[in-house]
């Protein structure tokens, strides 16, 4: 069973930048791809980025790539999403989620494990 508590979400102004964090627990946490989602009111949750178990490969949306990196440290157990230059569409709620293979993907339901989502408010 793996564990996973999001945080560093918050408001943000346009053009801001903001890094989430996503502590997990369980062992090994190289064992596991992780990913991040989102989902804004009234909206479906859609894939934003993910990473390889061991960081060395990684996958975008078209919409976050260039201004978003995803990154991971397995010494601590965590992952994390940087954020730059953040619009007004960026605002959703954020959630991590791991999956039980190194190999990462762009499918929320090949994702075996949830955080309760943190959320990111981006003003104009």
């Known amino acids: 069973q793996v564990q996973l508590v999001e945080s560093g979400g918050g408001q943000v102004q346009a053009g801001g930048s903001l890094r989430l964090s996503c502590a997990a627990s369980?062992?090994?946490?190289?064992?596991?791809?992780m990913g991040w989602f989102r989902q804004a009111p009234g909206k479906a949750r859609e894939f934003v980025a993910a990473?390889?178990?061991?960081?060395?490969?990684?996958l975008y949306a078209d919409s976050v790539k260039g201004r978003f990196t995803i990154s991971r440290d397995n010494a601590k157990t965590t992952v994390y999403l940087q954020m730059n230059s953040v619009k007004p569409e960026d605002t959703a709620v954020y959630y991590c989620?791991?999956?039980?293979?190194?190999?990462?993907?762009?499918?929320?339901?090949?994702?075996?494990?949830w955080g309760q989502g943190t959320q990111v408010t981006a003003s104009s």
């Open positions: 369980g062992r090994p946490f190289s064992a596991y791809a």
């Open positions: 990473i390889s178990g061991s960081g060395g490969s990684t």
């Open positions: 989620a791991a999956r039980k293979y190194s190999g990462q993907t762009i499918y929320n339901l090949e994702y075996n494990y």
